[in-house]
């Protein structure tokens, strides 16, 4: 099982870097941002599948994205894989910390406490002058394993380095969400009492879920850092963390893959929006987000998940 | 002395703002179960139509106590031509459904007013300067104070009594609240629950508006006036408790002297010290202070 989620991790991860030698700039940008965004919605995706969406997934982007950039501009490391990594801990860290008093809450209040919590990291951090305020600061391009690639190569290197985090990230989501531990949410999101009386703690399963899910938001954090070259204290706020609850909710969580497709799509609709439509591009975004949550409650993923044979399929509700 | 008595008096004006802005949010969320992202939208709309009305009624020569209807007239009419789409439309659909799923809905709507708004009214900032000079100043010992930012209290009461009143003590009230607690019952002895909510959605969407509306004179109405307002409205009424209207009302007096005390003494604070009451009244009363009994289902 783990050796075949890592092969088709492994082949898609190659396909998509060598399709990236004959893209524009312009899209490896932007896929490298749908990968960033794609992460966090991810780790929204794993509590979802518990039950819950966090408003709030803002405040371990911005700490994973705040780590990485001062590890890189006050440290001086600048290898990739240390930052991104650094990224991820710092946002693991801020969510095992936090996760004791927010995994007791459930729906509205969960996602109103979490976001309460991210913009009051938003309000610190705009006041923090030491580390920009609420202008940030800039952050300079990573090296790779000791490669500092030239201005022409710097975006395919940092596109090749998110297509591996990306890859990573799902085939190791993709093996927790199958385990024991990753069914038990599933449960839980149905009925916790009885899961309860099953033996297991929906507390743990919750808890477990919030550190996950922090740890990929720091993920994303420090990718879209780098990719956007700054970073601000608005990473934290909580318009941020709504559009990515949207491409989860667009993904949904039938699938790995769908998540980081939804990522895509909607970096593409705001990109084009943006480009066509100047002056309505919040219009289009909400048209499109509407149909797809009226047509697809959901979302993408479970088109074909659906088609797949074995295990009991889900009652509309 | 003076200081605490301008901490409390400034902490009351914008808690009664707050309390009129987050009024609506808190009955659509108490009626339908809907925690409306639109919110801030509708509430744009409001202050827009303020100004459009104000100006059109100064024009026609119905100026001085006149703009307060026109005001009036603005909210009452972005209810009566916005609430039917919006419900009609899109949220007849999903009562019921996933509560989160609804908030996102609801976040799409918002989006689109946005852009909605600006293809209406433009990008220029309004202004609507004749409702606050209606009242005066007033002399409160030593401070002075604009008799509108007072008078604004004197409207919360009204705003949130009438709403209490309405859902308490009269009989659509009454049918309102068998709706909330069993659709299907009340459905099966009679009552048209499309038209409640079509009702119910009206009035939230008539309250955004107004507290839009009377908002419009203090300040300039221009776009992003609508993200300023939704978190502070979901903070009021997650604080008191969804759903229940005293439980905003304490709420938005909470957050309003918790704010105005921060301005004073630690300025710094002031930007994020809603969110900071909202996590210390979550962290102890998990599902906000005043929540309305519901039965379990296991």
Same mark, same amino acid.
């Given at each position: 099982?783990?050796?075949?989620?890592?092969?088709?991790a492994?082949?898609?991860?190659?396909?998509?870097i060598a399709?990236?030698?004959?893209?524009?700039?312009?899209?490896?940008?932007?896929v490298? =941002?749908?990968?960033?965004?794609?992460?966090?919605?991810?780790?929204?995706?794993?509590?979802?599948?518990?039950?819950?969406?966090?408003?709030?997934?803002?405040?371990?982007?911005? /700490?994973?994205?705040?780590?990485?950039?001062? #590890? !890189?501009?006050?440290?001086?490391?600048?290898?990739?894989?240390?930052?991104?990594?650094a990224?991820?801990? /710092?946002?693991?860290?801020?969510?095992?910390?936090?996760?004791p008093?927010?995994?007791? @809450?459930?729906?509205?209040?969960? /996602?109103? %406490?979490?976001? $309460?919590?991210?913009?009051? *990291? @938003?309000?610190?951090?705009? =006041?923090?002058?030491?580390?920009?305020g609420?202008?940030?600061?800039?952050?300079? !391009?990573?090296?790779f394993?000791?490669?500092?690639?030239?201005v022409a =190569?710097?975006?395919?290197? %940092?596109?090749?380095?998110?297509?591996v985090?990306?890859?990573?990230? $799902?085939?190791?989501?993709? *093996? @927790?969400?199958?385990?024991?531990?990753?069914? #038990?949410?599933?449960?839980?999101?149905e009925?916790?009492?009885?899961?309860?009386?099953?033996?297991? !703690?929906?507390?743990?399963?919750?808890q477990?879920?919030? #550190?996950?899910?922090?740890?990929?938001?720091?993920?994303?954090?420090?990718?879209?850092?780098f990719?956007?070259?700054?970073?601000?204290?608005?990473?934290?706020?909580?318009?941020?963390?709504?559009?990515?609850v949207? #491409? $989860?909710?667009?993904?949904? @969580?039938?699938s790995?893959?769908?998540?980081?497709?939804?990522a895509?799509?909607?970096?593409l609709?705001? &990109?084009? &929006?943006?480009?066509?439509?100047?002056? &309505?591009?919040?219009? &289009?975004?909400?048209?499109?987000? *509407?149909?797809v949550?009226?047509?697809?409650?959901?979302?993408?993923?479970? *088109?074909?998940?659906?088609?797949?044979?074995?295990?009991?399929?889900?009652?509309? =509700? | 002395?003076?200081?605490?008595?301008?901490?409390?008096?400034?902490?009351?004006?914008?808690?009664?703002?707050?309390?009129?802005?987050a009024?609506?949010l808190?009955l659509?969320?108490?009626?339908?179960?809907?925690?409306?992202?639109?919110?801030?939208?509708?509430?744009?709309?409001?202050?827009?139509?303020?100004?459009?009305?104000?100006?059109?009624?100064?024009?026609?020569?119905?100026?001085?106590?006149?703009?307060?209807?026109?005001?009036?007239?603005?909210?009452?009419?972005?209810?009566?031509?916005?609430a039917?789409?919006?419900?009609?439309?899109l949220?007849?659909f999903?009562?019921?459904?996933?509560?989160?799923?609804?908030?996102?809905?609801?976040?799409a709507?918002?989006?689109?007013?946005?852009?909605?708004?600006k293809?209406?009214?433009?990008?220029?900032?309004?202004?609507?300067?004749?409702?606050?000079n209606?009242?005066?100043?007033?002399e409160?010992?030593?401070?002075?104070?604009?008799?509108y930012?007072?008078?604004?209290?004197?409207?919360?009461?009204?705003?949130?009594?009438?709403?209490?009143?309405?859902?308490?003590?009269?009989?659509?009230?009454?049918?309102?609240?068998a709706?909330?607690?069993?659709?299907?019952?009340?459905?099966?002895?009679g009552?048209?629950?499309?038209?409640?909510?079509?009702?119910?959605?009206?009035?939230?969407?008539?309250?955004?508006?107004?507290?839009g509306?009377?908002?419009?004179?203090?300040?300039?109405?221009?776009?992003?006036?609508?993200?300023?307002?939704?978190?502070?409205?979901?903070?009021?009424?997650?604080?008191?408790?969804?759903g229940?209207?005293?439980?905003?009302?304490?709420?938005?007096?909470?957050?309003?002297?918790?704010?105005?005390?921060?301005?004073y003494e630690?300025?710094?604070?002031?930007?994020?010290?809603?969110?900071?009451?909202?996590?210390?009244?979550?962290?102890?009363?998990?599902e906000?202070?005043f929540?309305?009994v519901?039965a379990?289902?296991?």
């Amino acid at each position: 099982m783990s050796a075949r989620v890592f092969t088709i991790a492994a082949l898609g991860a190659l396909a998509l870097i060598a399709l990236g030698l004959v893209a524009p700039d312009w899209l490896l940008f932007t896929v490298t =941002k749908a990968i960033g965004f794609g992460l966090v919605a991810l780790g929204i995706v794993a509590l979802m599948r518990g039950g819950l969406v966090s408003f709030g997934q803002g405040l371990y982007y911005c /700490a994973g994205a705040y780590v990485s950039g001062l #590890i !890189s501009n006050r440290l001086e490391v600048t290898d990739v894989a240390i930052l991104l990594f650094a990224g991820a801990l /710092a946002g693991g860290l801020a969510a095992a910390a936090i996760s004791p008093l927010i995994s007791r @809450y459930r729906g509205i209040f969960f /996602a109103m %406490l979490t976001m $309460a919590l991210s913009m009051v *990291l @938003y309000g610190v951090l705009a =006041k923090v002058t030491a580390i920009g305020g609420s202008d940030g600061f800039n952050v300079a !391009s990573p090296s790779f394993f000791g490669w500092t690639p030239g201005v022409a =190569k710097a975006d395919y290197a %940092l596109f090749a380095a998110a297509v591996v985090a990306a890859a990573l990230a $799902a085939a190791l989501c993709r *093996l @927790y969400f199958d385990s024991g531990p990753g069914l #038990i949410a599933l449960a839980s999101r149905e009925n916790e009492l009885r899961v309860e009386y099953l033996g297991a !703690s929906v507390f743990t399963v919750t808890q477990r879920n919030v #550190i996950v899910a922090g740890a990929l938001a720091g993920l994303g954090g420090a990718l879209n850092g780098f990719a956007l070259g700054h970073i601000d204290p608005y990473f934290s706020y909580w318009t941020t963390s709504g559009e990515v609850v949207f #491409i $989860a909710i667009l993904g949904g @969580y039938a699938s790995v893959i769908a998540v980081f497709g939804a990522a895509l799509i909607t970096e593409l609709v705001r &990109s084009f &929006s943006g480009q066509y439509f100047p002056e &309505s591009w919040q219009l &289009s975004l909400g048209l499109f987000l *509407l149909v797809v949550i009226v047509f697809l409650p959901r979302g993408f993923g479970s *088109l074909w998940a659906g088609r797949r044979g074995g295990g009991a399929r889900e009652e509309p =509700k | 002395m003076d200081l605490a008595l301008t901490i409390i008096i400034d902490g009351l004006i914008y808690a009664s703002w707050l309390f009129i802005v987050a009024l609506g949010l808190t009955l659509v969320f108490g009626v339908l179960r809907i925690l409306n992202f639109a919110h801030g939208g509708l509430y744009a709309l409001g202050s827009y139509g303020a100004a459009v009305a104000v100006s059109a009624f100064s024009g026609w020569g119905l100026g001085g106590w006149f703009s307060l209807v026109a005001m009036f007239i603005a909210a009452l009419a972005v209810a009566v031509i916005v609430a039917p789409v919006i419900e009609r439309g899109l949220l007849r659909f999903f009562y019921g459904k996933d509560e989160v799923l609804v908030l996102l809905i609801t976040y799409a709507i918002f989006l689109m007013l946005e852009d909605v708004t600006k293809m209406i009214f433009g990008v220029d900032p309004y202004y609507v300067f004749e409702p606050r000079n209606l009242l005066g100043n007033v002399e409160l010992g030593s401070l002075f104070y604009v008799g509108y930012d007072l008078a604004l209290m004197g409207l919360a009461l009204i705003c949130g009594f009438g709403v209490w009143f309405g859902l308490n003590r009269t009989r659509i009230g009454k049918i309102t609240l068998a709706v909330i607690n069993e659709p299907e019952v009340s459905q099966a002895m009679g009552v048209n629950i499309a038209r409640v909510y079509l009702l119910a959605f009206g009035l939230g969407v008539f309250l955004a508006a107004l507290g839009g509306a009377f908002t419009a004179p203090l300040i300039s109405v221009q776009p992003g006036i609508s993200v300023s307002v939704i978190i502070v409205s979901f903070a009021v009424v997650i604080i008191g408790g969804l759903g229940s209207i005293p439980g905003a009302a304490i709420g938005a007096l909470i957050v309003g002297l918790a704010r105005s005390f921060a301005v004073y003494e630690f300025p710094e604070a002031e930007i994020f010290i809603i969110y900071l009451v909202m996590v210390a009244v979550l962290i102890f009363r998990p599902e906000g202070l005043f929540t309305p009994v519901k039965a379990r289902k296991i």
